[in-house]
Nanobody, 121 residues
Framework: QVQLVESGGGSVQSGGSLSLTCIAS????????MGWFRQAPGKQREMVAW???????DVLSSVKGRFTFSRDNDKNTVYLQINSLKPEDTGVYYC???????????????WGQGTQVTVSS
């Protein structure tokens, strides 16, 4: 199973920015989609976005326009640039591997250790 390591989290004030990185232990080319999820304190883990092989994305509506997703298959790395952070963005951010069937996503990989994002008012 591919191992994933997330990094780049931190504590910022509302309106600030963070750049998150997820590095995989193997080639991303075998996965047609890489996903970003997050889990807020006391809440269920939720999907933030799926990033497909060519960079196409399906994104949670509440983060559109603020979160930018990309992947570099040659570097086995996916990225999440977050701007205009809000307190409700607080949580642990995870990445995972998946496959895109053409109509839906199927998660096939495990979770990384996650990286904490904390946004204060």
């Amino acid at each position: 199973q591919v191992q994933l390591v997330e990094s780049g989290g931190g504590s910022v004030q509302s309106g600030g920015s963070l750049s998150l990185t997820c590095i995989a232990s193997g080639p991303l080319a075998i996965f047609s989609a890489m996903g970003w999820f997050r889990q807020a304190p006391g809440k269920q883990r939720e999907m933030v976005a799926w990033v497909r092989t060519r960079g196409e994305t399906d994104v949670l509506s509440s983060v559109k326009g603020r979160f930018t997703f990309s992947r570099d298959n040659d570097k086995n790395t996916v990225y999440l640039q977050i701007n205009s952070l809000k307190p409700e963005d607080t949580g642990v951010y995870y990445c995972t591997a998946g496959q895109y069937t053409g109509s839906y996503y199927r998660r096939v990989g495990g979770w990384g250790q996650g990286t904490q994002v904390t946004v204060s008012s």
